[in-house]
């Protein structure tokens, strides 16, 4: 098979990597950076008298040192996660990220000015309400006007009848 590079069908694009791995991989490098932030070299010089008499000695205290302290760092953070629902919170964070790529309007965002905020939320609702009040009032009002015409129609029939019944009182006697 040809080599690769171009366009075409190929190996799948790689998703972007969750916030949860992000923080884990964050976690690691900060791990990495303290140890190499507390080196040996560093570590024996702060005990040079130790390191002369017993360099072997010192080195293993090293070791176990380092990596007490980065177990002990993993744990509580392992702890912060599971009390605070970071994963899920994570998983939760990432989801609601790829629903909003779909979006076409912007996320609204605060302005700093809280009249302004209120503002710009309040006034598209009230709008809209305003729209239905409208339009609900045009109903009544037709409704009103056809009920004002069937009372008119109704007066009428009512004037003829009694104009009917006036001529024939007056045909009987």
Same mark, same amino acid.
């Given at each position: ?37 507390? @080196? ?7 005990? &040079? ?17 380092? @990596? ?42 605060? @302005? ?21 009040? &409208? ?14 015409? @069937? ?16 001529? &024939? ?5």
């Amino acid at each position: 098979a040809g080599g690769g590079g171009g366009p075409g069908p190929g190996p799948p694009v790689p998703a972007a990597p969750g916030r949860a791995q992000v923080f884990t991989t964050v976690v690691d490098t900060f791990l990495e950076k303290l140890a190499a932030a507390g @080196s040996y070299q560093r570590f024996a010089n702060c005990y &040079r008298c130790f390191y002369k008499l017993q360099p072997e000695m010192t080195r293993s205290i090293y070791d176990q040192f380092i @990596s007490q302290l980065q177990s002990s760092i993993k744990e509580e953070i392992q702890e912060v996660k599971d009390e605070g629902n970071l994963e899920v919170l994570f998983n939760s964070l990432d989801k609601i990220v790829e629903e909003a790529k779909n979006r076409e309007e912007p996320a609204w965002r605060p @302005s700093g000015i809280p009249e302004e905020d209120v503002r710009s939320a309040m006034v598209p609702y009230l709008l809209k309400h305003r729209s239905y009040l &409208r339009k609900v009032l045009k109903e009544k009002e037709e409704e009103n006007r056809k009920v004002a015409e @069937s009372v008119l129609a109704g007066r009428d029939r009512i004037a003829e009848l009694q104009q009917l019944i006036q001529a &024939r009182k007056h045909a009987w006697q």
